[in-house]
């Protein structure tokens, strides 16, 4: 059984000709953002911008909402988001926006209406940290960064 989680969303005054975040397809995980960029933006070759979308969320305390690259820009144009990806926390009430880089070679323009993103829902579970003097022993230690060859 999947429990239902109610997400509500604001359209932003000046942004009723964009629609709200949706899937593509029936069992799509990420609703896509549009920019609500009010002129076209040319975003050149290496450059990053923080694209606007026109909406505010508000979501149970259970989730966050993170912001990912669609796949097609990334792939056809080298468009992807810097901090991919980017982490919305349910108690955050302004605009949602869009940190887009891009690493192609060509210069890309963002028009109004465009979708840029993709917005994904995850519960998130109850942690409780706590200090410790020492950690317990396993077999991999603290190897990491490629420590098992490539």
Partial sequence: ???????????????????????????????DLQAAVMDETVLEPGERVLIPTGIALEMPEE???QVRPRSGLALKHGITLLNSPGTIDSDYRGEVKV????????????????????LVFQELPKVRITQARELSATERGSGGFGHTGK
Avoid: C, K, T, W
Wanted: charged share 20%.
């Fill in 63 to 65: 989730l966050e909402a």
């Fill in 1 to 31: 059984m999947h429990l239902l989680y109610n997400v509500r969303i604001q359209q932003l005054p000046g942004n009723d000709d964009l629609s709200i975040p949706e899937r593509m397809s029936e069992s799509a995980a990420g609703f």
């Fill in 99 to 118: 940190i887009l880089h891009n690493h192609g070679q060509e210069p890309f323009s963002i028009r109004r209406g465009e979708r840029i993103a993709q």
